[in-house]
T-cell receptor
Framework: AQTVTQSQPEMSVQEAETVTLSCTYD???????LFWYKQPPSRQMILVIR??????QNATENRFSVNFQKAAKSFSLKISDSQLGDTAMYFC??????????FGQGTRLTINP | DAGVIQSPRHEVTEMGQEVTLRCKPI?????LFWYRQTMMRGLELLIY????????DSGMPEDRFSAKMPNASFSTLKIQPSEPRDSAVYFC???????????FGEGSRLTVL
């Protein structure tokens, strides 16, 4: 069974700093998708960024980028120029075969003014 | 597009009562997922449907839980009888055909006293 591990339960940085959230996963498959979701206090689950395993290029969405290391089964999220609105729980997730999504335990990120 | 719509947003009930949670997926999506979120266990997949057919219900905790999808635009998750340990936020999500991304509803917060 696939597992997703987020080793940082909580992180805290100052506004405008860069922060990196870690995620590792375990799978024997070669084709899959990886996601980062954000859950602010409103509890809405919001997609931040998506990566297809067959693509070597790291995905980027504005201030959000990933470092995808397929051999190491690592998928970290970098948030540049962090903003107060980035305060949220962040979940790393794995999907194989465009089916069910398996989530990590989450990292609670706080951006301080 | 209205997104995934869940009801109720909040429900407080007494142990032993029947609870029904409802979900309307995004039009055109052919997969629907029910997740449960608790502090202790994080986000757990309960069941998912593909073209209205249940594909994997291995995450359903026990026989007290049941889910149906009578048509492409409606699903229910029922708990009968409810117990205090069922208290959680229940999310419904539907999946787009092209990207595999899951779109989540705002969740239903259930409290069983």
């Amino acid at each position: 069974a696939q597992t997703v591990t987020q080793s940082q339960p909580e992180m805290s940085v100052q506004e405008a700093e860069t922060v990196t959230l870690s995620c590792t996963y375990d799978t024997s498959e070669s084709n899959y998708y990886l996601f980062w979701y954000k859950q602010p206090p409103s509890r809405q689950m919001i997609l931040v960024i998506r990566q297809e395993a067959y693509k070597q290029q790291n995905a980027t969405e504005n201030r959000f980028s990933v470092n995808f290391q397929k051999a190491a089964k690592s998928f970290s999220l970098k948030i540049s120029d962090s903003q107060l609105g980035d305060t949220a729980m962040y979940f790393c997730a794995f999907m194989q075969g465009a089916q069910k999504l398996v989530f990590g335990q989450g990292t609670r990120l706080t951006i301080n003014p | 597009d209205a997104g995934v719509i869940q009801s109720p947003r909040h429900e407080v009930t007494e142990m032993g009562q029947e609870v029904t949670l409802r979900c309307k997926p995004i039009s055109g999506h052919n997969s629907l997922f029910w997740y449960r979120q608790t502090m202790m266990r994080g986000l757990e997949l309960l069941i998912y449907f593909n073209n209205n057919v249940p594909i994997d219900d291995s995450g359903m905790p026990e026989d007290r839980f049941s889910a149906k999808m009578p048509n492409a635009s409606f699903s229910t998750l029922k708990i009968q009888p409810s117990e205090p340990r069922d208290s959680a936020v229940y999310f419904c999500a539907s999946q787009g055909r092209d990207t595999g991304e899951l779109f989540f509803g705002e969740g239903s917060r259930l409290t069983v006293l």
